[in-house]
């Protein structure tokens, strides 16, 4: 009895396909997106080393290091703001004459060395930046530890 139940219900079902297609209903399959207006920054810091004739300790002295500055944003190209180069870390009593950076990117920003502020509007939403930075100090350099700093601030616009 139980294998003659089987292929009934089977057959049943196979008589008719109209009415079970019948009530077959649509409905859309949807795909959202979104896409921020965001920036991500990353960064290797640089090595500053004294020049020969103890004028100026900087990172394209022999020995020293450029920094690397990755920019990855999404949504509109960013701006990309280098503040002013900063000492911040110097023996006691320290005033060079002046603090400054430089920096060229792969998309073909190039910055020579200025203690001002500067702004790149980028047309891509990547780039690669190589930083340098320079005390300069005609009198020479007292013994201890120096560090110059510059914030970099990546700002995208607002699309829309």
């Given at each position: 009895m139980h294998q003659?139940?089987?292929?009934?219900?089977?057959?049943?079902?196979?008589?008719?396909?109209?009415?079970a297609w019948a009530q077959a209903r649509q409905q859309n399959v949807v795909f959202n997106g979104f896409v921020s207006d965001a920036c991500i920054?990353?960064?290797?810091?640089?090595?500053?080393?004294?020049?020969?004739?103890?004028?100026?300790?900087?990172?394209?002295?022999?020995?020293?290091?450029?920094?690397?500055?990755?920019?990855?944003?999404?949504?509109?190209?960013?701006?990309?703001?280098?503040?002013?180069?900063t000492l911040t870390i110097s023996p006691t009593r320290f005033?060079?004459?002046?603090?400054?950076?430089?920096?060229?990117?792969?998309?073909?920003?190039?910055q020579t060395y200025t203690s001002l502020p500067t702004v790149v509007d980028e047309r891509t939403w990547m780039d690669h930046f190589r930083v340098n930075a320079r005390i300069?100090?005609?009198?020479?350099f007292p013994v201890g530890n120096y560090q110059v700093v510059t914030v970099v601030t990546c700002t995208v616009p607002i699309s829309g």
């Amino acid at each position: 009895m139980h294998q003659l139940t089987r292929p009934i219900f089977c057959l049943t079902l196979l008589l008719a396909p109209d009415t079970a297609w019948a009530q077959a209903r649509q409905q859309n399959v949807v795909f959202n997106g979104f896409v921020s207006d965001a920036c991500i920054l990353e960064v290797r810091d640089g090595e500053l080393t004294l020049s020969q004739d103890f004028k100026q300790m900087g990172s394209e002295e022999a020995g020293g290091l450029s920094a690397d500055l990755l920019v990855n944003s999404s949504g509109m190209p960013p701006q990309i703001q280098f503040g002013i180069p900063t000492l911040t870390i110097s023996p006691t009593r320290f005033v060079p004459e002046r603090v400054e950076i430089a920096y060229n990117s792969e998309n073909g920003f190039l910055q020579t060395y200025t203690s001002l502020p500067t702004v790149v509007d980028e047309r891509t939403w990547m780039d690669h930046f190589r930083v340098n930075a320079r005390i300069w100090q005609p009198i020479g350099f007292p013994v201890g530890n120096y560090q110059v700093v510059t914030v970099v601030t990546c700002t995208v616009p607002i699309s829309g």
